[in-house]
């Protein structure tokens, strides 16, 4: 049995032609490139969650997901926005608003399902958790969908939706 090579000495060139790093270098890259992934564990606010169980991950703004949409189909998101409308009949749908960018949210189960969104969140943040696709309704389904809206709400039949599994209504600081 031959014995296993050990390798260079300390210090010396490698068979690679390049120092080894030293132990104190070689934690620093390990830091380096630990550092980011640790930057990006979402932590989620404290509150109530109506809906499934939320999967921590990164919460992104809506007007960002907004600027590049396709970049967020078929994925499912943590999107924060703030509440401007909720159906005002069941809790089946609700309009959110970040800045210049709005999009209508529905449940995943459709109306009538085992959630609602509650009518006390219009005018707070929220954290949405669904999918987001570009949305064409109907006219009959607008129609339908204006006549549960407060007054001074419209329904735009073109935009962007999400098919959410939850919310997080964060507590009030």
């Not at 809906?51 to 007007?63: F, Q, T, Y």
């Not at 401007?84 to 449940?107: F, L, T």
């Not at 607008?142 to 735009?156: D, F, K, M, N, R």
């Given at each position: 049995?031959?014995?296993?090579?050990?390798?260079?000495?300390?210090?010396?060139?490698?068979?690679?032609?390049?120092?080894?790093?030293?132990?104190?270098?070689?934690?620093?890259?390990?830091?380096?490139?630990?550092?980011?992934?640790?930057?990006?564990?979402?932590?989620?606010?404290?509150?109530?969650?109506?809906?499934?169980?939320?999967?921590?991950?990164?919460?992104?703004?809506?007007?960002?997901?907004?600027?590049?949409?396709?970049?967020?189909?078929?994925?499912?998101?943590?999107?924060?926005?703030?509440?401007?409308?909720?159906?005002?009949?069941?809790?089946?749908?609700?309009?959110?608003?970040?800045?210049?960018?709005?999009?209508?949210?529905?449940?995943?189960?459709?109306?009538?399902g085992k959630y609602a969104f509650p009518s006390d969140i219009v005018g707070r943040r929220i954290?949405?958790?669904?999918?987001?696709?570009?949305?064409?309704?109907?006219?009959?389904?607008?129609?339908?969908?204006?006549?549960?809206?407060?007054?001074?709400?419209?329904?735009?039949?073109?935009?962007?939706?999400?098919?959410?599994?939850?919310?997080l209504i964060p507590s009030e600081q």
């Open positions: 049995m031959r014995p296993a090579w050990p390798g260079p000495a300390r210090g010396s060139p490698s068979a690679y032609g390049s120092t080894p790093l030293k132990t104190p270098m070689r934690n620093l890259l390990f830091l380096g490139c630990l550092l980011p992934l640790l930057a990006c564990q979402a932590t989620l606010p404290a509150g109530r969650t109506v809906g499934e169980s939320i999967e921590p991950k990164n919460i992104v703004a809506l007007s960002v997901v907004h600027a590049a949409p396709s970049d967020y189909f078929e994925q499912t998101l943590l999107v924060d926005a703030e509440a401007v409308a909720v159906c005002q009949s069941m809790g089946c749908w609700m309009k959110i608003k970040d800045g210049d960018a709005d999009a209508m949210v529905r449940w995943e189960e459709g109306c009538g954290v949405i958790q669904g999918s987001f696709y570009p949305k064409l309704l109907s006219e009959e389904d607008a129609e339908h969908l204006q006549s549960e809206a407060a007054p001074g709400v419209t329904i735009e039949r073109e935009g962007y939706e999400f098919n959410a599994s939850a919310i």
